[in-house]
Nanobody
Framework: QVQLVESGGGLVQAGGSLRLSCVVS????????MAWYRQAPGEPRQWIAT???????NYSESVKGRFTISRDNAKNTLFLQMNSLKPEDTGVYYC????????WGQGTQVTVSL
């Protein structure tokens, strides 16, 4: 059974940085394109970044130039480095494969204050 465990969230002031991690188990991580998603309060979950099996990355316009997605295949771990954070980056962050696994992790809360 696939398990996704996100961590690294917290409360940070605008302009600050956080690094999120997602440990993946129960699947062959190296074969999976992976993605990060964000769910803001009262909003649907939205895609923000993808990394392919060969480390090709893609970002939503809202985070391009500020966030960096990466992966460590030896540790079955996905990362999201978030810099220059804005209040609108607030939300619960989730990771999943592309296409998505049916189950999601618990997510990690990121709160950006003014």
């Amino acid at each position: 059974q696939v398990q996704l465990v996100e961590s690294g969230g917290g409360l940070v002031q605008a302009g600050g940085s956080l690094r999120l991690s997602c440990v993946v188990s129960g699947t062959i991580f190296t074969l999976k394109p992976m993605a990060w998603y964000r769910q803001a309060p009262g909003e649907p979950r939205q895609w923000i970044a993808t990394i392919s099996r060969t480390d090709i990355t893609n970002y939503s316009e809202s985070v391009k130039g500020r966030f960096t997605i990466s992966r460590d295949n030896a540790k079955n771990t996905l990362f999201l480095q978030m810099n220059s954070l804005k209040p609108e980056d607030t939300g619960v962050y989730y990771c999943n494969a592309i296409p998505n696994f049916s189950s999601w992790g618990q997510g990690t809360q990121v709160t950006v204050s003014l």
